[in-house]
């Protein structure tokens, strides 16, 4: 079955800097375009970053781009996501996400806080 777990987040002071990385399995992970989400309490969920399948496109929230930088490694199934610059506002829970055959998948996330 597909199985998305993310790792890599915890508590950064503003400015600092986290990776994400999402592992994917179940699934042929080449095929498929992956997203990176955030949910902030009391907030929807956001699109922050999506990345093509082969890496060669990416796209980016307004408010992360020149700051965020999605990758992905096929030959280890693996979605990451740098974090630089962070601010306080970035603080949420982050999730990846795959859709496949129309089903969306989604990790159980992990937290990021900015504080200091």
């Known amino acids: 079955q597909v199985q998305l777990v993310e790792s890599g987040g915890g508590l950064v002071q503003p400015g600092g800097s986290l990776r994400l990385s999402c592992a994917a399995s179940?699934?042929?992970?080449?095929?498929?375009?992956m997203r990176w989400y955030r949910q902030a309490p009391g907030k929807e969920r956001e699109l922050v970053a999506t990345?093509?399948?082969?890496?060669?496109?990416?796209t980016y929230a307004g408010s992360v781009k020149g700051r965020f930088t999605i990758s992905r490694d096929n030959a280890k199934d693996t979605v990451n996501l740098q974090m630089n610059s962070l601010k306080p506002d970035d603080t949420a829970k982050y999730f990846c996400?795959?859709?496949?055959?129309?089903?969306?998948?989604w990790g159980q996330g992990t937290q990021v806080t900015v504080s200091s």
């Open positions: 179940g699934f042929t992970f080449s095929s498929y375009i």
């Open positions: 996400n795959a859709v496949v055959t129309s089903v969306a998948y």
């Open positions: 990345i093509s399948q082969t890496g060669g496109t990416t």
